[in-house]
């Protein structure tokens, strides 16, 4: 009898349950290939600048690429110190530059971005989106005015130039990045405020500002990734080496009329990427969190 009710149960149909909890596990094998495959995709770059930048100059330029070095050397770091490449010059006119761009870009922003989220003036609309329309230019066609700009003012080849180039194009995608923190404050916690007897800016800087912290820490870092991967700013406003930044100054340096350095040039692009690579996961929490109040308080 236990024989005969073993053999029906057995070949009874599968319920829909048991068949979905059989699908679950093909669905998330299916996920996790199409991710480690996305993620060797992102990665096998990086991977390829590294082993360059080990390998020797013979094996970095053979006609039959090696997927590892044969034999590690670090020659490549040690002659960007040690060579006539003023790589040091470079890396702190980037770091100077992109810092001091993100601070004042993301105070003005944060002025604009009120403005534009809090303010009652008339044109308050129209000028937001004419704001907002200038990134609708490429750089190509704000360089040649601003490089005239510059010319009358003798700011060419000075790290004010530089930052004014950097600012001057970061300043629209970070004041609309502000007003939507902004808008995500409820109003009811400033007119508290203003009973208390705050002003405009008391209110701004002692409680707007605090309340948006995740949002600032977004737009520094989206303005400091942007300045420092600009080449074609410092490209044009800048002719000397000593303030020559690391994107132009790599590429002017490391390729050649007959040859290129390939393993110093991806050494130094390893060195240049380290402070993106870091600042991104120092504030990936804040920068996610920054990015997400930001479009739900846009919608």
């Known amino acids: 009898m236990t024989t005969v009710l073993e053999k029906s149960s057995a070949t009874e149909p599968a319920t829909p349950r048991e068949r979905q909890r059989r699908r679950v596990p093909i669905g998330r094998t299916i996920v996790v290939l199409l991710i480690a495959l996305f993620s060797g995709w992102t990665l096998w770059p990086l991977y390829w600048m590294v082993s360059t930048s080990l390998k020797s100059p013979l094996e970095a330029t053979n006609l039959e690429p090696t997927v590892w070095p044969h034999s590690l050397t670090l020659d490549n770091y040690q002659g960007l110190f040690s060579s006539s490449i003023p790589f040091g010059t470079y890396f702190f006119n980037s770091v100077l530059t992109a810092l001091i761009a993100a601070l004042v870009a993301v105070l003005l922003s944060t002025l604009a971005g009120y403005s534009f989220s809090r303010g009652g003036y008339r044109l308050n609309g129209v000028t937001s989106i004419t704001v907002l329309a200038t990134q609708m230019l490429p750089l190509v066609v704000l360089i040649g005015p601003l490089y005239l700009l510059l010319l009358k003012a003798h700011l060419l080849n000075t790290y004010l130039g530089l930052i004014i ?38 209110i701004l800087f002692r409680i707007v500002v605090p309340m948006s912290l ?46 290129t350095d390939w393993g110093g040039m991806m ?30 308080a846009g919608t």
Do not use: C, H
Not at 273 to 296: K, N
């Open 165 to 202: 180039g950097y600012t001057s194009f970061a300043l629209p995608f970070g004041a609309w990045m502000m007003k939507g923190f902004f808008d995500g404050i409820p109003r009811e916690i400033e007119e508290a405020a203003r009973v208390d007897g705050y002003g405009r800016l008391a």
């Open 214 to 259: 995740p949002g600032l820490v977004t737009t520094a870092v989206f303005v400091f990734m942007n300045t420092w991967n600009n080449l074609l700013y410092p490209l044009t406003l800048v002719s000397t080496d000593s303030r020559q930044t690391l994107p132009a100054g790599l590429m002017q340096s490391f390729s050649g009329t007959f040859k």
């Open 267 to 296: 050494a130094a692009a390893l060195i240049t990427s380290l402070p993106l690579i870091i600042a991104f996961f120092a504030v990936q929490r804040s920068m996610v969190r920054g990015m997400t109040a930001g479009a739900l």
